[in-house]
């Protein structure tokens, strides 16, 4: 790593590990029958759910690349984003927890080795993103996209899990 990308970088990348562990050990203990339960907030199962943290959230760290290579990002609106959020979980709802274990360690490396190669100034670059209708900065979609949404699906599946938020079985 080069000397100009320790704080900014180095934080954020500490940050998704810490997430990404957590996401693990959560869903390798989950059990059968919770593990079909749907989530109170996204009304999937914690199957699709965790599956979606890695398709749609740790999935995002190729918008950052874009954004640090001064490329457009994709021009999709929140509703088109729902849409294809709905379709994944349909598809990934009965998906066994080694699979979707495998998948998010996959993603996971693909954004721990884009983190480690970017530096602060590439993350503080930005681009237009349709869906706020504004700019936004590589480290902003870190942060709020890659890490925060992912930590909010945790919860989901944390609390539905624990017994709380379970729409249906």
């Given at each position: 790593?080069?000397?100009?990308?320790?704080?900014?970088?180095?934080?954020?990348?500490?940050?998704?590990?810490?997430?990404?562990?957590?996401?693990?050990?959560?869903?390798?203990?989950?059990?059968?029958?919770?593990?079909?339960?749907?989530?109170?907030?996204?009304?999937?199962?914690?199957?699709?759910?965790?599956h979606h943290v890695g398709i749609a959230h740790y999935g995002r760290i190729a918008w950052v690349e874009k954004i640090a290579a001064g490329l457009p990002l994709p021009?999709?609106?929140?509703?088109?984003?729902?849409?294809?959020?709905?379709?994944?979980?349909?598809?990934?709802?009965?998906?066994?927890?080694?699979?979707?274990?495998?998948?998010?360690?996959?993603?996971?490396?693909?954004?721990?080795?884009?983190?480690?190669s970017l530096s602060d100034e590439q993350l503080a670059q930005t681009a237009y993103l349709e869906i706020i209708r504004g700019e936004v900065s590589g480290a902003q979609?870190?942060?709020?996209?890659?890490?925060?949404?992912?930590?909010?699906?945790?919860?989901?599946?944390?609390?539905?899990?624990?017994?709380?938020?379970?729409?249906?079985?």
């Open positions: 790593m080069t000397s100009h990308n320790a704080s900014q970088t180095n934080q954020l990348l500490h940050q998704f590990k810490s997430l990404h562990q957590e996401l693990i050990d959560f869903v390798s203990t989950c059990s059968d029958k919770n593990w079909q339960k749907h989530t109170g907030a996204e009304r999937w199962s914690i199957a699709s759910t965790a021009k999709m609106t929140g509703s088109q984003v729902d849409e294809e959020n709905a379709q994944n979980a349909l598809l990934h709802a009965n998906d066994s927890q080694e699979a979707v274990l495998a998948y998010l360690q996959n993603e996971s490396r693909r954004v721990i080795a884009t983190l480690k979609l870190v942060a709020n996209v890659v890490i925060g949404a992912s930590i909010a699906h945790l919860a989901s599946m944390k609390s539905t899990a624990n017994g709380n938020q379970n729409v249906s079985t």
